[in-house]
């Protein structure tokens, strides 16, 4: 039997959808599958969000920017949407149980020098972290329900 689909949510695909996803997987991969998908899709991955998940462990280096349209024809279990701009364009994909919307300030938008701006990507990696993970643990205690 296929593993339900967790499908996690941003505007373009390039930071915090992908940074969610990574974590999620790592804290619940056997548990589920984690895809993460844009609106409006930059069409590339943040290299600083590539950095700051490589800081612990986490390699997403070989992730793509893709659209949620891409899905439409997929079961997807459970949607999280992680900005709000995702949340309000989100559609209901077949199959889909479940909608969470965490949001998460987006760290393409800090400004600074390359110090801070980097700052800013490990402080939403640890907000994005601490909810993902809790996520992870409270699906591996009660496996019984869906995601």
């Not at 020098?113 to 601490?130: C, S």
């Amino acid at each position: 039997m296929p593993k339900p689909l967790v499908l996690i949510l941003c505007t373009g695909n390039s930071c915090r959808s992908h940074m969610a996803e990574g974590i999620l997987r790592a804290a619940g991969g056997d548990l589920f599958d984690v895809a993460s998908a844009g609106s409006d899709p930059a069409g590339y991955v943040h290299p600083k969000a590539i950095a700051a998940l490589g800081e612990i462990g986490i390699d997403i280096s070989g992730h793509e920017s893709k659209h949620m349209d891409t899905f439409l024809d997929r079961e997807v279990t459970t949607v999280i949407t992680v900005c709000g701009n995702a949340d309000q364009a989100c559609p209901t994909f077949p199959g889909q149980l479940n909608r969470h919307h965490w949001g998460f300030d987006d760290p393409a938008h800090a400004t600074g020098d390359d110090g801070e701006v980097l700052a800013e990507f490990r402080r939403v990696r640890d907000q994005i972290k601490l909810v993902f993970e809790a996520y992870a643990a409270g699906f591996r205690e009660g496996s019984a329900g869906n995601p």
